[in-house]
């Protein structure tokens, strides 16, 4: 099987102490992976050689298009040509205008939110009573860190990680965040694995697009290092997902449901 690189190594010139100088360095790969559906070209995905199946498994769920692996009847990769080849069990055709335009929908009937039309259908309220502690956060968002090999050769990656309250359970690595998500997704599939119990930590910036993608996952508490956005905010706080930001050190802020935090 034909094996696409997560880095490459090339010449560049770095500037310090007022001196030019050359070194090799190594820059993470970009890979464009075009998915067909039903023998119709569906999307194009620009992302990370790893863990593609449960990427383009992860990413049918999150759009709606599946709902449980066994609705796919034949999926087959051409790594070296950047095609996926998914065959469903409904031999349908999908309206694209579904997954592309617009449309301004209510979020737990509050009426205020944009979403895509697929959003609307498969971004979840979570019925989570799970809680984790403060430290437990900080100690998470540690193990995250630690285990991102790739980002620490290269800089140039997002990480997300499935994780109980003591360890984490699977990391993910890609140079798109919402691909890091749906590896994730792919991966809870296509092993059966509970989703409510989880907590999901992420490396990068919590925009609405995270947020929505955390959501159609089905975790109830998201922890990042980075940053939320407000429209982010206001959607963890209408489907009733925590979320908890900028976790440094030994500090953090909980922007919504603090009460899955405790001491």
Known sequence: MVHQPISVKRKIITFSNNKLKE???EIVTEYPLTIYLNKE???TMVCTPTHLEEMVIGFLASEGVIRFTK???DFSIDVSKGFAYVQLETDSAFDHLQYTKRFIGSCCGKSRQFYFHNDV???????STKTVSANQCIQLMKALQENSFVFKETGGVHNASLCTNEHVVVTRTDIGRHNALDKLYGYSLLQKISIRDKILAFSGRLSSEVLTKAAKIGVGIVLSKAAPTDLAIKLAEDLNITTVGFIRGESFNIYSHANRITL
């Open 41 to 43: 070209e569906f999307a």
């Open 71 to 73: 609705e796919i009847v």
């Open 121 to 127: 259908k498969t971004a979840k309220t979570s019925l």
């Open 23 to 25: 070194r090799d360095d």
